[in-house]
């Protein structure tokens, strides 16, 4: 079946670094979306990301939309204790008519 | 405006008993998903109500589990008999996403966490 993965599952930061947390669809999506859980918290929406080579941002939140539309990123610059949670990618297939969420990936923040 | 509310937040039973699980969407949402997180995985679908309608139900593990959405409104999840690995915490969301390739944004409620023992 349709599988989208994500890398890496856990991320442990310094604060104040930078860093990319990876989403990979064995088929061409129809468009992408990005969640964040807080621990303890349910997902929440942070974006839609929908034409090829797409790049948006949110302060220092940074999303892209490959070429083929199989894989997107998240860049986060200068890391702060409040980016804790994990990180969750959801790929719409065209014939899916669902979000696949991968596995998410876990950031840890250290001061 | 309320968001999507869930019931129980937290359920511990026993091997073989059951439990009901119960969302309310957004009003005005169509669309309503249930979705489960069994210990740091993915969030995995389960089912998709358009309306009163089983859109999709492909993500059902076994016929243990029973979902409805009567009259369109709020849904349940009934898991009998529950089996332990069943744990987990259960996500229900909602959207007002129309067409097969475009869900829209989901907004997801807190969750029911189902511990089986």
């Known amino acids: 079946g349709q599988q989208v993965m994500q890398i890496p599952q856990y991320q442990h930061v310094q604060e104040g670094e930078d860093f990319t947390t990876y989403c990979n669809s064995s088929t061409t999506l129809s468009n992408i979306q990005w969640y964040k859980q807080r621990p303890g918290g349910h997902p929440v929406f942070l974006i839609q990301?929908?034409?090829?080579?797409e790049v948006k941002k949110q302060k220092r939140l940074t999303f892209q939309f490959g070429e083929a539309k199989k894989n997107s990123s998240l860049h986060i610059t200068a890391t702060q204790t409040t980016d804790v949670g994990t990180y969750f990618c959801a790929g719409n297939g065209y014939s899916w008519g669902k979000l696949q969420f991968g596995a998410g990936t876990q950031v840890v923040v250290t001061p | 405006e309320a968001g999507v509310t869930q019931f129980p937040s937290h359920s511990v039973i026993e091997k073989g008993q059951t439990v009901t699980l119960r969302c309310d969407p957004i009003s005005g949402h169509d669309n309503l998903y249930w979705y489960r997180r069994v210990m740091g995985k993915e969030i995995k679908f389960l089912l998709h109500?358009?309306?009163?309608?089983?859109?999709?139900e492909s993500g059902m593990p076994n016929n243990r589990f029973l979902a409805e959405r009567t009259g369109g409104t709020y849904s349940t999840l009934k898991v009998q008999p529950a089996e332990l690995e069943d744990s987990g915490v259960y996500f229900c969301a909602s959207s007002q996403g129309k067409g097969r390739a475009d869900t829209g944004e989901l907004f997801f409620g807190e969750g029911s966490r189902l511990t089986v023992l």
């Open positions: 109500f358009v309306k009163e309608s089983k859109q999709d």
């Open positions: 990301l929908v034409k090829s080579g």
